[in-house]
């Protein structure tokens, strides 16, 4: 096991934890990253408040809608008005900048190890800040992609062009940068082009996102690759120095990366796990000689691990 961490952590200050932490990304042998939507909500992706106002003002007004995740489950009275509401959360949560720097400070922290990224996240903030994309598993699925609601095949569909001519039409602009504005939002139109609506190729349902949320989700062959990838680095790794590393995840779905790194540690006596949590970071006494929980701002954390020494 990592040696450094055979001890109480009870008396342990933030910044002993934080070094002891850096010493563990230094000896690793590989890095597993599990990473939760307290990630990107520490990135700058609030779904309430200003950003989600500045959006959807007219979806606010009409409908009371108080923030972006739950206006997605809203029965809207049409297509057209569906795709408004979702042409504009794609956007601003998938192609447009990223809020913050701070994937692409955890893009630093690992760029030269050996690691693998598993996430639940859809806004593949990943790779858009320079991961290897075959060093990513998206199990949940991504806004840039459609599927066949049915589903009657098991493929997908990139929609970024489709969903730019959705905002266009509604009266967005989209600057060069792929930021969304609207200068004056009286003339914002709620509805898409019925032409825009998007349809099935083949069986002609309408088109759904491809995410999560029931047992239509597509597998498509991008996502059975990026799942054949992970298990594989896992295998390579078997009892190696290998931290697993979990940042924002909370107990929504636990079975997909908490308890199974938590499984893993208790497994091999070399791995070292991680939790970095804004106010929740614990680990079963099974590991806990083995485990780091690092409460506090996510930002701050990973730019204290990015520092070089002496720095």
């Given at each position: ?30 890095v ?50 569906y ?15 990223i ?15 050996d ?11 990943f ?26 095949h ?83 790794h ?26 893993m ?18 680990c ?21 691990l ?6």
């Amino acid at each position: 096991m990592f040696e450094e961490h055979r001890r109480n952590q009870q008396n342990e200050t933030t910044q002993e934890r934080i070094r002891r932490l850096k010493t563990a990304l230094e000896e690793a042998d590989a890095v597993v990253l599990g990473a939760g939507a307290g990630l990107s909500t520490a990135a700058g992706y609030r779904y309430a408040g200003e950003r989600f106002e500045r959006y959807f003002r007219d979806f606010i007004e009409k409908y009371g809608i108080t923030d972006m995740y739950s206006g997605g489950f809203y029965p809207f009275g049409s297509p057209e008005e569906y795709w408004a509401w979702w042409s504009r959360h794609i956007w601003v949560n998938r192609y447009a900048p990223i809020p913050s720097a701070l994937y692409e400070t955890l893009h630093e922290i690992l760029a030269d190890r050996d690691y693998f990224v598993l996430t639940t996240n859809v806004d593949h903030c990943f790779q858009r800040a320079g991961f290897d994309k075959h060093r990513l598993f998206y199990t949940q699925g991504d806004y840039g992609l459609w599927q066949c609601s049915g589903p009657c095949h098991p493929k997908t569909y990139d929609n970024e062009k489709t969903v730019r001519e959705m905002l266009v039409a509604q009266g967005f602009t989209i600057t060069g940068d792929n930021s969304l504005s609207a200068d004056d939002f009286s003339r914002i139109r709620m509805a898409v082009p019925t032409e825009l609506v998007p349809r099935c190729p083949r069986c002609g349902r309408p088109m759904t996102m491809n995410l999560r949320a029931d047992d239509r989700f597509v597998e498509d062959a991008g996502w059975q690759r990026a799942s054949d990838r992970y298990r594989e680095f896992l295998r390579r790794h078997e009892g190696l120095k290998v931290l697993f590393w979990e940042i924002g995840v909370g107990y929504n779905t636990p079975v997909i990366i908490k308890y199974p790194f938590w499984r893993m540690t208790a497994r091999n006596p070399e791995a070292c796990y991680v939790c970095m949590s804004r106010s929740s970071a614990d680990c079963p006494d099974e590991i806990r000689e083995r485990s780091i929980c690092l409460n506090g701002d996510t930002g701050a954390i990973l730019a204290q691990l990015a520092q070089k020494d002496g720095a």
